[in-house]
């Protein structure tokens, strides 16, 4: 365990972190947080809306079953964008977390298993089939592809800054992708 505390940093040292929930609804896989202070979690196939109180135990507000693995969540203001395991990327409203609305989707190559978000568009790392770029409208419906670059493996996670993207690729390593073109 890795803990930073003020200007001390010794692996060993716990003092400055300290365990103050659980988690104890079975498997999760992905979380993300709101502006709102709520907690989405993938939790196998349903997506779970969480808040914390103060004792650090977790609330389930909603649950909403969307038919396939979660393997990642990206927040866009009230909507959520979710990688779902063979069924694409979903767009959920989560303006009303206790409710929460699939409003759109959009069909992948491939099983999509990481996000990114930056500006108008989403950007998918979607395991052989590389990296999926998407426009995404406002509001948020269904986002469509408008640009790809396989990588020679199975592409796993994307991050992007301003208009690169660094997509991990298992057998192919790191790939530093110019999206500026789009």
Do not use: K
Request: charge should be negative.
């Amino acid at each position: 365990m890795l803990c930073i505390c003020a200007t001390t940093v010794n692996a060993q040292d716990t003092s400055c972190a300290e365990p103050v929930g659980r988690w104890g609804y079975g498997p999760s896989r992905t979380v993300a947080t709101t502006a709102d202070d709520l907690v989405l979690v993938g939790s196998g196939t349903v997506l779970r809306i969480v808040t914390f109180g103060y004792s650090g135990d977790p609330t389930i507000i909603a649950d909403l079953d969307l038919g396939g693995l979660i393997n990642d969540i990206a927040i866009d203001d009230t909507y959520a964008l979710v990688a779902t395991e063979n069924l694409g990327l979903r767009v959920i409203d989560i303006q009303t977390p206790g409710a929460p609305v699939e409003i759109g989707h959009t069909e992948l190559p491939q099983s999509p298993l990481s996000i990114a978000l930056e500006g108008d568009f989403i950007y998918i790392a979607t395991a052989y089939q590389g990296l999926q770029i998407l426009y995404n409208p406002v509001p948020v419906l269904s986002p469509y592809i408008v640009g790809s670059f396989d990588t020679p493996g199975r592409a796993v996670d994307v991050t992007v800054i301003i208009e690169i993207a660094f997509v991990a690729d298992e057998s192919g390593g790191m790939r530093v992708i110019d999206v500026s073109l789009r």
